[in-house]
């Protein structure tokens, strides 16, 4: 089961001290307990050097980064969890900039660190595609606390190419054919690319359908919120071998990640292709 938890609020944050950066941990501790791992799984070699996840993310807090949620996948002591972090430096009115944290003590992941973007309307989180930023570190180097501390030095500069990037995105309106493959993008990464065509086209009426006043725009960073929302969510019913089935919620870790990344990056390819990508 994966579970996203809100911390805290504006005002709590600004009113802890580093040391208790997570004020309901034990509560954190229940619903992700890989994020308060104090040894790696059994299975890994010597050359596993343990980093516990916790001490990364409150030394993140110490350069000003605050948690805004968690998500881990099922209640295993080693496994994957990720973490958006935010910086009050770059709240915005409409969207603001994350850097997100993946990480797990049992071999299933490196540590990495993503750049994410909120659309308020909707606390709709993108992660974008590693080809704009992504940084993937190897539990073995007894420096890895120091290289991800010296990478938050430089990570403005990041924020601002995604800023630029999302920027373009809202400027780019994309027409029917390009909204179906940003759809479709989601449709094979989510259920896989064997399902039929008639199960492709209702999708993606579903994933294209809008929830709210304020995502019905045509636009590429609109449209991209609206599908990833979606097929995240799950809740919508389609046919499926002659029989009503019910979409579920994503409940992985690793499929979100892989969701989000295929969306970015077929946004991406729509961009480059216009010659207003970059």
């Known amino acids: 089961m994966t579970t996203q938890l809100s911390l805290f609020s504006k005002d709590e944050v ?5 040391a208790s950066v997570f004020k309901d941990a034990d509560e954190m501790y229940r619903r992700a307990p890989s994020l308060f ?7 890994m070699s010597d050359r596993y050097s343990f980093t ?14 605050r948690v805004t949620s968690v998500q881990s996948t099922g209640k295993g002591r080693f496994g994957k969890v990720l973490v958006r972090m935010r910086h009050p430096a770059y709240d915005r009115r409409d969207d603001v900039p994350e850097i997100v944290v993946l990480d797990s003590h049992d071999g299933t992941s490196r540590l990495k660190m993503f750049l994410g973007i909120v659309r308020l309307i909707c606390m709709n989180g993108c992660i ?3 080809a704009l930023y992504s940084r993937a570190y190897k539990h073995v180097a007894p420096d890895l606390m120091q290289q991800i501390m010296l990478e938050l030095e430089d990570v403005q500069q990041h924020i601002q190419k995604l800023d630029q990037r999302v920027s373009r995105m809202k400027q780019y309106i994309t027409n029917i054919g ?8 989601a449709i094979y990464s989510r259920f896989g690319d064997d399902r039929s065509a008639s199960y492709v086209a209702a999708m993606r009426g579903k994933l294209l359908a809008t929830r709210r006043v304020d995502d019905e725009a ?20 389609v046919v499926s071998n002659n029989s009503v089935r019910r979409v579920n919620s994503i409940s992985a870790v690793g499929k979100t990640l892989t969701i989000n990344q295929a969306l970015w990056q077929t946004a991406e390819q729509v961009l480059a292709g216009s010659g207003k990508g970059y």
Not at 37 to 43: C, R
């Open 178 to 185: 390009e909204r179906m493959l940003l759809a479709d993008a």
């Open 14 to 18: 600004h009113s802890m001290q580093t």
């Open 128 to 130: 974008a595609g590693e």
């Open 37 to 43: 791992a104090t040894t790696a799984h059994p299975k």
């Open 218 to 237: 045509d636009d590429m960073y609109t449209v991209m919120n609206v599908i990833q929302e979606n097929v995240l969510r799950g809740g919508m019913h």
């Open 52 to 65: 516990n996840t916790y001490d990364i993310l409150l030394h993140m807090h110490n350069k000003g980064f």
